[in-house]
């Protein structure tokens, strides 16, 4: 077979040659400024790497052995839930998640934890034949001893079961702010669990590193993976107090993450996680050994409008999870964030996952990322700051104490803030909900199930909590209060869009305010132009409503957009103005203009103040 040099013809480049050749298309600006990036970790990201030679793959996932394909099971009603995962095990699936009420991934539904429920919610399946994952809350906190009590009901032997006990009392407690007894007390009651369930002739694992509270609460990937890390040595320490050999110990461990749409950090983080937990048994003594590595699409990217985006935001988790060597991966429908999703949208998490499998192979390679510049650098980055997290968590006393500190939760808290301040100022869109809102959109079916309301805790400690966000909620909300208007008054608020010039002049910024404003549920009113201010100012008053914005361009602008501005706030309206002001923002202020709009202002507060003067009006 002949050898194939691709692009043999190109002269070869270095990285000096590229450097000089983007200065020049720079024009003196600052490389870093423009290029390079930084995550909410502060990680630098840069725009180019070259490919780094001599790594090996990162143990995990070996090569052509799939994920488990995890169907959700969480649906209140057993028989219905019952229903669901049978449908799904026929169609593809290879295993299933069940999620009780109260559980980190619960989401407002999920089983209760009686042995009659679980029994009935995993009838006629073949418990030996796939994997079940659980996602355990306080409130039911019997409910692994009664999974196993229907196992064996069925006369299944415990040893053939592949069974994943996701206890996981200190993520829990972190994310209810609450822990009903110390933590002493609580590792003692988890360590009978387990010893229970092993004597039993369950394998285990029994308790899970759950990095998807900090997730869910807006935190970063390093902060998920010291979170998840330091659980993990607490669990260790915990089995190995009862008596369990250490090598031993960690089998009965295994790790949950959160997969998001971030596809490259979503993987360096997978594979980080697994640098981490084997400089852990390192340091233990142990010879390194694989963990078991869970993944669930992230809850706080889904949207309830424009839901259909959120199959592309859950197809690069699931591919991101996938390429970072996930052993198993569930798929929060997409419409999750609606209600409890029916069997369409249970389909297709089903089938993203068996198309990235079956038809683009993902799961052919071990680690197909080692080596690439670019991952090889977050990974180790993300590593890095992660494990000098984990130092904090260890100096603090260890997972409990830091979480009953509140050490994570402060630091995720600052993380929260700067992600709503970019997601407010659109620096980090949600197509749908932020960028590109589309009002006239359909709906969604979803079942007609209600909410499960769980009891609150008895709580003997409390301390911060981590709660449970969706970045889009703050526009969304904007969104809800746009539809009650429309059923109230049969009509939506709307903006007046003051197009001056010709249309080549304010087609550009016209666009842009119409996006801005229908992020919030206020549909834009525009035209192709007007033949003079007297026309402009008849359709303003035609429009029933008192919010213009003047749109055109900065030519445009030192020509009319004074007298525009005068014209009509004499009218009433209550103006603003698309654009930077620049040197005539203190004379478009005088003649009227209350607001600039433009790329990298808050837009969510300028919008919940366009609100104030429309009802104001």
Request: with cysteine; aromatic share 8%.
């Amino acid at each position: 077979m002949t050898n194939v040099s691709f692009a043999a013809e190109f002269p070869p480049t270095d990285a000096a040659a590229w450097r000089s050749l983007v200065e020049t298309a720079l024009k003196g600006a600052d490389f870093d400024k423009r290029l390079v990036s930084r995550s909410y970790d502060g990680l630098r990201v840069e725009p180019l790497y070259p490919r780094v030679a001599g790594v090996h793959a990162v143990a995990g996932r070996a090569g052509g052995e799939p994920w488990q394909v995890m169907a959700r099971t969480d649906h209140p009603d057993a028989a219905e839930a019952n229903k669901q995962a049978l449908l799904d095990l026929e169609n593809g699936a290879t295993g299933l998640s069940l999620v009780f009420a109260g559980a980190l991934g619960a989401y407002g539904y999920g089983l209760d934890g009686s042995e009659a429920t679980i029994a009935r919610a995993l009838e006629n399946v073949w418990l030996d034949a796939v994997a079940i994952e659980t996602d355990f809350s306080a409130q039911q906190k019997d409910a692994g001893l009664n999974l196993a009590k229907a196992v064996k009901a069925r006369g299944i032997d415990p040893a053939k079961t592949q069974i994943r006990f996701a206890h996981d009392p200190l993520g829990l407690m972190a994310r209810n702010g609450a822990a009903p007894r110390p933590w002493a007390e609580t590792a003692k009651l988890l360590a009978g669990f387990a010893a229970d369930l092993a004597g039993q002739g369950f394998k285990g694992p029994f308790a899970v590193a759950d990095g998807r509270a900090v997730h869910a609460a807006g935190g970063s990937e390093a902060q998920e993976l010291a979170f998840a890390l330091g659980n993990a040595v607490a669990y260790l320490r915990m089995f190995v107090d009862a008596g369990v050999p250490l090598d031993q110990a960690r089998k009965l461990i295994f790790f949950r993450l959160a997969a998001d749409a971030d596809e490259f950090m979503t993987i360096a983080k997978s594979r980080a996680l697994r640098k981490l937990w084997a400089r852990v048994e390192e340091a233990s003594g142990l010879t390194p050994q694989p963990a078991f590595v869970s993944a669930e699409t992230a809850w706080r990217m889904m949207t309830q409008r424009d839901p259909y985006v959120n199959m592309l935001r859950t197809t690069i988790a699931i591919t991101a999870a996938g390429l970072g060597g996930a052993d198993s991966i569930s798929v929060l429908p997409f419409t999750a964030a609606r209600g409890l999703p029916d069997a369409f949208a249970r389909r297709v998490a089903r089938n993203q996952q068996l198309i990235l499998l079956e038809e683009s192979n993902l799961y052919r390679v071990a680690d197909p990322a080692a080596g690439s510049g670019g991952i090889e650098a977050l990974t180790t980055q993300l590593a890095q700051t992660a494990w000098s997290l984990f130092q904090d968590i260890e100096k603090a006393g260890g997972a409990a104490a830091a979480i009953e500190h509140g050490l994570m939760q402060k630091k995720v808290a600052e993380t929260r803030k700067a992600h709503e301040a970019n997601v407010a100022r659109r620096k980090e869109p949600l197509t749908g909900a932020t960028e590109f809102p589309h009002l006239g959109e359909s709906d969604v079916k979803v079942l007609d199930a209600s909410r499960v309301t769980v009891p609150p805790l008895t709580a003997a400690i409390t301390f911060d909590a981590l709660p449970q966000i969706r970045l889009a909620e703050p526009f969304e909300a904007l969104r809800d209060k746009s539809d009650a208007i429309a059923r109230k008054s049969g009509s939506r608020p709307k903006v007046f869009l003051a197009n001056l010039g010709k249309l080549s002049e304010f087609t550009t910024r016209a666009g842009y305010a119409k996006n801005f404003y229908e992020a919030g549920g206020i549909e834009a009113i525009g035209s192709d132009g007007y033949k003079d201010q007297a026309e402009m100012l008849a359709a303003f008053r035609k429009s029933g409503t008192n919010l213009a914005c003047i749109c055109s361009s900065d030519k445009v602008y030192e020509a009319e957009a004074v007298a525009a501005a005068k014209a009509l706030a004499e009218a009433g309206a209550t103006i603003h103005l698309a654009g930077r002001p620049g040197e005539l923002e203190a004379i478009l202020k005088e003649a009227g203009v209350r607001t600039f709009i433009y790329v990298g202002c808050d837009v969510l507060s300028t919008l919940q103040t366009a609100y104030d003067s429309l009802v104001a009006s």
